[in-house]
């Protein structure tokens, strides 16, 4: 299985980021496995955003909730992450990854390479 996001690199405060993660090798509708966002702020530990399972329900970390969405794709076999009105302290380099197992807060077993998302005036 490979994962891979991509998405723009720079936004402004206040805009929307939008990312997408495409999965190779694997159907993001077989049962039992979800599909999560996380992040990495420069020189700080990974924060899990959220996940989007293979039924299409979604979770949110509580913090993030009110501003991020998941969805998917299943035609393209993609999923995809919104951040809204975001500031400086949304910089971070997101990954995808896969969640295996019947509970959404499982281990991570496989990523992707990560994409750097600046936001800067």
């Known amino acids: ?18 990312l997408t ?3 190779y090798g694997g159907s993001i509708t077989t049962t039992y496995y979800y ?11 990974l924060e899990w955003m959220g996940v989007i399972g293979y039924s299409g329900s979604t ?3 509580p913090s993030l909730k009110s ?10 076999n993609q999923f995809s992450l ?3 009105s975001v500031t400086p302290e949304d910089t971070a380099v997101y990954y995808c990854a896969r969640v295996p197992g019947s509970y959404y807060r499982y281990g991570m ?13």
Do not use: F
């Open 82 to 84: 919104q951040l809204s």
């Open 21 to 23: 993660c495409a999965v």
């Open 109 to 121: 077993d496989y990523w992707g390479k990560g994409t750097l998302v600046t936001v800067s005036s």
């Open 67 to 76: 501003h991020t969405s998941i969805s998917r794709d299943t035609s393209k």
């Open 59 to 61: 979770y949110y970390s």
């Open 35 to 45: 599909w999560s966002w996380i992040r990495q702020p420069p020189g700080k530990g």
């Open 1 to 18: 299985v490979q994962l891979q996001e991509w998405g723009p690199g720079l936004l402004k405060p206040s805009q929307t980021l939008s």
